[in-house]
């Protein structure tokens, strides 16, 4: 493994503590995987797997200056490989036009762009037969619209349910075989690259970048990468090692807009002012700032004091005591509202359509774009972060990106004071996402990528032999945008569930061994031995009990 570390100069305190917990993160990221690779070694494959899954599972939540592991994909593959006889069938012949299309997810939830790309995809590309496969429903209904638009194609929703990584890696690897064509719509999951890590044996692969911004496990071992937007293609091939070849750009795929519906209506509806001029904005709670972060109320404060009419309305935010005191300092025209599926009536009610910060929604602003809103978004970081920035093909030269924050509440007030730029700004931008993220224009780049799939289908091409670790500018972003997640032995903890009670405790004690005393009895890993109720029940006790200190 390559010891150095390519990072900026600079005195900075602020960088040189970033670059400080970075390092923490990519030694405890080596120790996981040396973990791995140690039981690999000795024969113990489920404890190698469930190792190499809390080392992407880590990395992606503890930046460590990776965006990919080659390292860990080859050591993930070499298990892979292990699960079936070299003497298997030779999957059939790729079809440039596949007609049996495998859809992979670790999980499928009602809320998140990556179901919704999804069920969208199966919907649009009639004449196919879609099929899912779930590696970690846990139980869980999977969403319906999913479930509706796979029947309609005549496919089928599996959830796996093995006892254990392998067991569902073979499950995946048997769907696979009677596939044409898998896309991978999955981040950490190490059971789609154990299933197809022999390409002879497998369907051609199309990985979907969905998370773009952070660490990600199966871009090496994919046929194509498909990046979603350009700024994610520059990333790809400068950090991920992607090769252009094999990098097509495949934008993310709305429904048809809807006719927008009468905005007072809307507002009774909702229960909001009919003469207020709304700010709207929609994410998970989390892209506004943890709890005890007011920045996102308080940039908007501004704003709201210079215009009286004004109101902002933040869906998903949740509630926020944090933002209370800018709330007032308003006379209350801040308000939040839990996540919700619906929110159609929302952006039929707002005028202005405002990003979430620290972290973008971009499938919210082209979902608010789509119905005719004028976008605004701000980017205040360094250009070479360009991947935390707001971009799609249908966005440019109408989404209006504010550099600073006195800009981006300029560029706000002059919207809130002339309706006739407001409407003409919002139509511009409908026309565009229309274009490229539905009906006939999606689908051209849809096909391209099938085509693509099919004609690089085969060996996998070697990646870099090793990783290569840096802390540059966008290195540095990362944790203010994503602040640090769980620990290595949480990480580990949380590969555990999907195991029989009697499995799940040998694993957890035995690997607890290995990380010695105090890793083995951490409350933390406790975790998996919790039902998924309770484990959401802690989880909203811990959530309500931060927002309360905050």
């Known amino acids: 493994m390559t010891e150095a570390v390519r990072e900026e100069t600079g005195d900075d305190p602020e960088a040189?503590?970033?670059?400080?917990?970075?390092?923490?993160?990519?030694?405890?990221?080596?120790?996981?995987?040396?973990?791995?690779?140690?039981?690999?070694?000795?024969?113990?494959?489920?404890?190698?797997?469930?190792?190499?899954?809390?080392?992407?599972?880590?990395?992606?939540?503890?930046?460590?200056?990776?965006?990919?592991?080659?390292?860990?994909?080859?050591?993930?593959?070499?298990?892979?490989?292990?699960?079936?006889?070299?003497?298997?069938?030779?999957?059939?012949?790729?079809?440039?036009?596949p007609e049996r299309v495998l859809h992979v997810l670790t999980e499928a939830k009602a809320v998140g762009g990556s179901s919704r790309m999804a069920w969208r995809w199966i919907a649009q590309d009639r004449g196919r037969r879609h099929s899912v496969a779930l590696t970690r429903q846990d139980g869980a209904p999977p969403p319906a619209p999913?479930?509706?638009?796979?029947?309609?194609?005549?496919?089928?929703?599996?959830?796996l349910d093995g006892a254990g990584l392998l067991a569902r890696a073979r499950q995946l690897a048997a769907l696979g075989r009677e596939a044409d064509l898998a896309v991978l719509h999955t981040e950490q999951d190490v059971v789609p690259l154990l299933a197809f890590a022999?390409?002879?044996?497998?369907?051609?692969?199309?990985?979907?970048?969905h998370g773009?911004?952070?660490?990600?496990l199966g871009l090496a071992a994919s046929t194509v990468v498909a990046s979603m937007r350009e700024s994610g293609q520059r990333h790809a091939r400068r950090r991920r090692d992607v090769d252009p070849a094999r990098?097509?750009?495949?934008?993310?795929?709305?429904?048809?807009?809807?006719?927008?519906?009468?905005?007072?209506?809307a507002r009774r509806a909702l229960g909001l002012p009919a003469e207020a001029r709304i700010l709207l904005s929609i994410a998970r709670g989390l892209k506004f700032g943890l709890p005890g972060n007011p920045d996102y109320a308080d940039r908007h404060l501004p704003v709201l004091e210079a215009d009286p009419a004004a109101l902002l309305v933040v869906v998903g935010a949740g509630a926020r005591p944090d933002w209370q005191a800018a709330a007032e300092r308003c006379g209350g025209r801040i308000v939040t509202l839990d996540e919700r599926p619906d929110t159609g009536a929302f952006y039929d009610a707002a005028d202005i359509y405002v990003d979430s910060f620290p972290f973008v929604s971009i499938t919210s602003l082209l979902e608010a774009g789509s119905r005719g809103l004028p976008l605004?978004?701000?980017?205040?970081?360094?250009?070479?972060?360009?991947?935390?920035?707001?971009?799609?093909?249908?966005?440019?030269?109408?989404?209006?990106?504010?550099?600073?924050?006195?800009?981006?509440?300029?560029?706000?007030?002059?919207?809130?004071?002339?309706?006739?730029?407001?409407?003409?700004?919002?139509?511009?931008?409908?026309?565009?996402?229309?274009?490229?993220?539905?009906?006939?224009?999606?689908?051209?780049?849809?096909?391209?990528?099938?085509?693509l799939a099919a004609r690089e289908h085969g060996p996998f091409r070697a990646p870099r032999p090793d990783d290569a670790p840096a802390f540059d500018p966008v290195d540095l972003v990362v944790p203010l945008v994503c602040p640090p997640g769980h620990a290595p032995e949480q990480a580990i903890a949380q590969q555990l569930r999907i195991y029989p009670l009697g499995a799940r405790l040998r694993l957890w004690l035995a690997l607890g061994r290995?990380?010695?005393?105090?890793?083995?009895i951490a409350r933390s890993t406790l975790a998996c031995f919790l039902p998924r109720a309770a484990l959401a029940q802690l989880r909203g006790v811990a959530a309500r009990r931060r927002a309360a200190r905050a």
């Open 514 to 520: 290995e990380a010695g005393t105090g890793a083995r």
């Open 16 to 97: 040189r503590r970033l670059r400080a917990m970075l390092a923490r993160h990519l030694t405890e990221f080596r120790h996981l995987l040396a973990r791995a690779r140690q039981a690999a070694t000795e024969g113990r494959d489920e404890r190698a797997s469930v190792l190499a899954e809390a080392a992407a599972a880590f990395a992606t939540t503890n930046h460590c200056g990776l965006f990919s592991s080659p390292e860990l994909e080859r050591l993930i593959t070499t298990l892979g490989r292990r699960l079936t006889p070299r003497s298997g069938a030779a999957h059939t012949p790729p079809r440039p036009s």
């Open 247 to 265: 990098n097509p750009l495949l934008p993310t795929l709305l429904d048809p807009a809807p006719t927008p519906g009468r905005r007072q209506e």
């Open 212 to 216: 773009d911004h952070k660490f990600r």
């Open 146 to 159: 999913l479930v509706a638009a796979v029947l309609a194609s005549g496919g089928t929703v599996h959830c």
């Open 376 to 451: 605004v978004s701000c980017f205040p970081h360094a250009p070479e972060a360009e991947i935390f920035g707001a971009d799609m093909p249908g966005l440019t030269g109408c989404l209006r990106r504010a550099g600073t924050w006195p800009e981006y509440q300029a560029i706000l007030a002059g919207l809130l004071a002339d309706e006739a730029e407001r409407r003409a700004l919002g139509q511009r931008t409908r026309t565009s996402i229309a274009a490229m993220h539905t009906g006939a224009g999606w689908m051209a780049a849809l096909d391209r990528a099938y085509a």
């Open 198 to 209: 022999d390409p002879a044996r497998s369907p051609p692969t199309l990985f979907v970048d």
